[in-house]
């Protein structure tokens, strides 16, 4: 016979445990992001192709509807999650999602079935472009007019998080019978929020998620990708690289083949004096021939005697530099 497990709190008297209340901070805010999106396209599948109403005008009565059905739906999650793994114990083991987002947003999809209207049906508007143009639309408006601020949203999301983490990913399980216990775990928790250490960074991370946070921050400072010297924000990381970083990779203005470091055009614009003043003599006197050009070309470089030539770093001045030795040599 078995004997009936007590709870160790209750059996002393001392009231039920109390919970530590540290969830992940990220995943919370992930979660509260995906609540918007989600209110928006129910708005918006409830009232397309109708004449007398939009999505503003539903979007209270609907935000209601939809907290308390999925808070609802979260609420029974492990218990139904429970009886779903009993009743398959012989079968096929059943695809149990236990990623939070991926199952708040199931009941966000079903929520959303039942409030489409005939358009809503119509599997060609679901997929459709138009679609998901309104839904931005609408997500952006209700940012705007702070129709459903973060903080209220993450409040929901935090309750959410809590009762669809079957695996305690995302949450804290520890639980303990009285307030110093548990304030004496508190400070040691893995799940207790730290704010970044990063400069400019204001995020609240959970100790345990701060390496990840870390390693995405964009206000982590971070040594240039392409190697150059400066030091920077993974925020402007691509901007620099692109626009004013030594080492981007640029073609030859003159139209060679190779490319090279944005800092390395003067050394290359030296070594290939010869191949651009030929490329530059053809534009000139158009009827010569190479071998012709590649000779006026030597002659030009050793009249030049204090080296303009390799310090042109673009065709035009180099073209102009030319023309006047080429007239000097003449004359
Ligand atoms: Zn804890
Ligand atoms: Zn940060
Ligand atoms: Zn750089
Ligand atoms: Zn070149």
């Not at 609907?62 to 009886?83: G, N």
């Not at 143009?133 to 959410?160: C, Y």
Request: aromatic share 6%; charged share 35%.
């Amino acid at each position: 016979m078995e004997l009936p497990v007590a709870d160790p709190g209750t059996e002393r008297g001392e009231g039920p445990l109390i919970q530590c209340p540290y969830c992940d901070s990220e995943a919370m805010h992930k979660l509260a992001q995906i609540l918007l999106p989600g209110l928006a396209a129910v708005c918006v599948d409830g009232t397309t192709g109708d004449l007398f109403r939009n999505p503003s005008v539903v979007a209270v009565d609907l935000r209601k509807e939809m907290v308390d059905y999925i808070t609802q739906r979260s609420d029974t999650f492990i218990a139904d999650a429970l009886i779903e793994s009993e009743a398959n114990q012989d079968g096929p083991e059943a695809e149990m999602p236990d990623d939070p987002f991926e199952i708040i947003s199931i009941f966000m999809d079903d929520f959303s079935s039942t409030k489409r209207n005939i358009i809503g049906h119509v599997s060609g508007w679901l997929l459709s472009d138009s679609r998901d143009d309104k839904i931005d639309d609408f997500v952006q408006e209700m940012e705007m007019t702070k129709f459903w601020p973060l903080e209220r949203r993450e409040a929901i999301a935090e309750v959410l998080l809590k009762n669809v983490d079957l695996k305690t990913k995302f949450h804290c399980p520890e639980k303990y019978e009285n307030e110093e216990r548990l304030a004496d775990h508190k400070e040691q928790c893995s799940f207790r929020p730290v704010v970044c250490p990063n400069d400019g960074c204001r995020a609240k991370v959970s100790v345990r998620c701060m390496k990840d946070h870390d390693a995405a921050c964009l206000y982590k400072v971070l040594q240039c990708e392409q190697g150059c010297e400066k030091k920077l924000l993974r925020r402007d990381m691509d901007r620099h690289c692109v626009t004013v970083c030594p080492m981007r990779p640029m073609k030859c203005p003159f139209g060679c083949d190779s490319s090279f470091a944005d800092r390395d055009l003067e050394k290359h614009c030296a070594e290939f004096l010869q191949d651009h003043l030929v490329k530059v003599l053809k534009a000139i006197h158009k009827k010569r021939s190479e071998e012709e050009l590649k000779e006026i070309a030597q002659k030009l470089e050793k009249f030049d005697a204090d080296g303009k030539l390799a310090k042109a770093l673009d065709a035009r001045p180099l073209t102009n530099l030319v023309k006047d030795l080429e007239a000097k040599m003449k004359g």
